[in-house]
């Protein structure tokens, strides 16, 4: 019983918020909206529409009277002089969300089924590029902030590029606060003395952070072609020679590289993560490049043309994801751009929860911010159905979160409504059939591995695991989205490195160590919330839904308890310092 009230009050709550959520949008981008007549028709019908309903939904829970079939209330409009009970609204948006939610998921999922065909059915191999007459000039570029642990092994790697040391210059863009600066500073001065091109740029500010680090080093060289490293990563000597001979193409925009892993066997969350990138530019990124539609620059391991930067605003600060944004914007200006899948570029895998959990909670607010400034550029371009559709899906992937934890919260009321009304039984089969298309991910990951050669089968359970940690992360982006609207939460913050490698590294002995984030508390009521719903969905006997709320409820415990038995690792770790003998 308790269940079934939380239930509901946890949708009617969700319904304000549906409701609202459109109305705070509107207010934010009113500016935008009243400039265009078109758009502020919509707006202004919207605003309509949201209001009756929420008038709806007031009268119907008030006026009540007694009655063996529940509260009662007069429909708000004369014309429909039906009443409308609270639960009767309930039901009817339980069921509507649920059949909503489970389109949409999918729709996700057949476009993941799309680029697995895709990939499975392309040449895999690389475009040979025309022999070059000459070496163009290129710049190297490395953003650093407090990487004292990977910055100089970074800066050792690409200071080996194959390529006429008169024709290549390396700029280390450093906003490092902390002893990162001497560690570079030395770095620097070696490799000078060696006859290698490199300096050490230092801002007074960190104004735009990544982006505004990026800009300064765009203005501080002329090169035409600039090559982009994080300080995680050590490209390999031959990068520049099978990059650039591929810009014989004048409208190439920039050349993105696959991503390698370091220390993808460190552990399971390392293994897990190097599956999750592999299916990335093994599947994603290989398919949208060879089907002629948009992907993204990954801010890292590639080449970008300065004239297309340029052309397309260069680099802003507006988005968490600058590299994503620039990559529509260069597109939207009718540049193109090339996936390298051969050439690979190893980096440092996050090996603590929270520091993956600030990586991803980044990556999935760029991505979301990027889909509110971009989506409506996309669709007035000049370009077909299918490019706008696909661009679509790949701003919005990190959606996928949040409409599974509306599913997870509207379960209870499905289960509920579905014992009520027996005839709903059918409709509930046909979302269990939807549901299905859940498996899209599972098969894009292994299929990722069979194109790799990495011994497929083996990895099956793990594979089937990430399923659940992605379900443990959508907490992630729902916070992501909760900051969007709200206008709240830190505008940058970077991903901690150790420069840990191999298995007998420890990690706990580092500096940049994160604390206990309080969004756990979100994880804790996903996963009561998740055990709740499965214990009423087999009491029920509605085994398909207790099936894959078991896999929220495991991928809530496994990033929460992950995080918290981390933290009381580091906790161990100084204590055992602080009281070991001088």
């Known amino acids: 019983m308790i269940l079934v009230v939380a239930a509901e009050l946890g949708i009617f709550g969700g319904l304000l918020w549906l409701m609202l959520a459109p109305l705070i949008v509107i207010w934010r981008q009113r500016a935008q909206i009243v400039a265009k007549p078109r758009i502020a028709a919509v707006a202004a019908a919207v605003i309509v529409l949201l209001t009756v309903a929420f008038l709806i939904i007031i009268r119907g829970s008030g006026n009540r009277v007694a009655s063996g079939n529940g509260a009662h209330g007069a429909c708000?409009?004369?014309?429909?002089?039906?009443?409308?009970?609270?639960?009767?609204?309930?039901?009817?948006?339980?069921?509507?969300?649920?059949?909503?939610?489970?389109?949409?998921?999918?729709?996700?999922?057949?476009?993941?089924?799309?680029?697995?065909?895709?990939?499975?059915?392309?040449?895999?191999?690389?475009?040979?590029?025309?022999?070059?007459?000459?070496?163009?000039?290129?710049?190297?570029?490395?953003?650093?902030?407090?990487?004292?642990?990977?910055?100089?092994?970074?800066?050792?790697?690409?200071?080996?590029?194959?390529?006429?040391?008169?024709?290549?210059?390396?700029?280390?863009?450093?906003?490092?606060?902390?002893?990162?600066?001497?560690?570079?500073?030395?770095?620097?001065?070696?490799?000078?003395?060696?006859?290698?091109?490199?300096?050490?740029?230092?801002?007074?500010?960190?104004?735009?952070?990544?982006?505004?680090?990026?800009?300064?080093?765009?203005?501080?060289?002329?090169?035409?072609?600039?090559?982009?490293?994080?300080?995680?990563?050590?490209?390999?000597?031959?990068?520049?020679?099978?990059?650039?001979?591929?810009?014989?193409?004048?409208?190439?925009?920039?050349?993105?590289?696959?991503?390698?892993?370091?220390?993808?066997?460190?552990s399971l969350l390392t293994f897990l993560q190097g599956l999750a990138i592999d299916a990335h530019f093994v599947v994603e990124q290989f398919a949208r490049s060879?089907?002629?539609?948009?992907?993204?620059?990954?801010?890292?391991?590639?080449?970008?043309?300065?004239?297309?930067?340029?052309?397309?605003?260069?680099?802003?600060?507006?988005?968490?994801?600058?590299?994503?944004?620039?990559?529509?914007?260069?597109?939207?200006?009718?540049?193109?751009?090339?996936?390298?899948?051969?050439?690979?570029?190893?980096?440092?895998?996050?090996?603590?929860?929270?520091?993956?959990?600030?990586?991803?909670?980044?990556?999935?607010?760029?991505?979301?911010?990027?889909?509110?400034?971009?989506?409506?550029?996309?669709?007035?371009?000049?370009?077909?159905?299918?490019?706008?559709?696909?661009?679509?899906?790949?701003?919005?992937?990190?959606?996928?979160?949040?409409?599974?934890?509306?599913?997870?919260?509207?379960?209870?009321?499905?289960?509920?409504?579905?014992?009520?009304?027996?005839?709903?039984?059918?409709?509930?089969?046909?979302?269990a059939l939807l549901s299905l298309s859940g498996l899209a991910p599972t098969m894009y990951f292994t299929l990722a591995q069979r194109e790799l050669g990495n011994g497929w089968l083996r990895k099956i359970p793990a594979i089937l695991f990430i399923m659940a940690l992605g379900a443990g992360m959508m907490t992630n982006t729902v916070r992501a989205a909760w900051e969007i609207v709200t206008g709240r939460g830190a505008s940058f913050e970077r991903t901690p490195k150790f420069g840990v490698a191999n298995n007998n590294e420890a990690w706990v002995n580092k500096k940049y160590q994160l604390r206990l984030d309080f969004w756990i508390v979100l994880e804790f009521f996903v996963a009561g919330w998740s055990l709740l719903t499965m214990i009423y969905a087999c009491r029920t006997s509605n085994w398909v839904t207790a099936l894959y709320v078991g896999i929220f409820f495991v991928g809530a415990v496994f990033v929460s308890g992950l995080s918290i038995a981390q933290n009381l690792q580091v906790r161990h770790h100084r204590k055992k310092t602080l009281v070991a003998p001088a």
């Open 76 to 266: 708000l409009l004369p014309y429909f002089p039906v009443e409308v009970s609270m639960s009767s609204l309930l039901f009817v948006f339980a069921i509507l969300l649920y059949v909503l939610v489970l389109i949409i998921l999918f729709a996700f999922g057949i476009n993941f089924f799309y680029l697995a065909v895709v990939t499975a059915r392309t040449n895999h191999s690389d475009p040979t590029p025309p022999p070059m007459a000459s070496k163009p000039f290129v710049s190297v570029q490395l953003p650093i902030f407090n990487e004292l642990y990977v910055a100089e092994r970074l800066i050792d790697s690409v200071s080996r590029f194959d390529w006429d040391p008169d024709k290549l210059e390396i700029l280390v863009l450093d906003d490092s606060a902390d002893e990162t600066r001497d560690i570079v500073a030395r770095a620097v001065e070696r490799l000078k003395q060696q006859g290698v091109n490199i300096r050490h740029i230092q801002r007074t500010d960190r104004a735009g952070y990544k982006a505004g680090a990026l800009a300064a080093g765009m203005a501080l060289s002329q090169a035409p072609f600039i090559a982009y490293f994080d300080a995680d990563f050590v490209p390999p000597r031959d990068f520049l020679l099978k990059t650039i001979p591929h810009f014989a193409d004048d409208k190439l925009a920039f050349i993105q590289t696959r991503w390698g892993h370091i220390n993808r066997d460190y």
């Open 290 to 431: 060879r089907a002629g539609h948009w992907f993204n620059f990954n801010g890292t391991a590639g080449v970008w043309r300065r004239e297309a930067i340029k052309d397309a605003g260069g680099w802003k600060q507006d988005t968490l994801t600058e590299d994503l944004d620039l990559s529509y914007r260069a597109f939207l200006k009718g540049w193109t751009a090339l996936y390298l899948r051969d050439v690979v570029t190893p980096a440092e895998l996050p090996v603590t929860f929270s520091a993956y959990q600030r990586q991803q909670h980044r990556w999935a607010k760029g991505s979301l911010e990027c889909a509110r400034k971009l989506l409506p550029q996309v669709w007035s371009a000049p370009i077909g159905l299918s490019r706008k559709l696909e661009a679509t899906f790949h701003l919005t992937g990190y959606s996928i979160h949040l409409f599974m934890f509306v599913l997870l919260l509207v379960y209870p009321a499905v289960i509920l409504y579905s014992q009520q009304f027996p005839g709903l039984l059918t409709l509930y089969g046909v979302g």
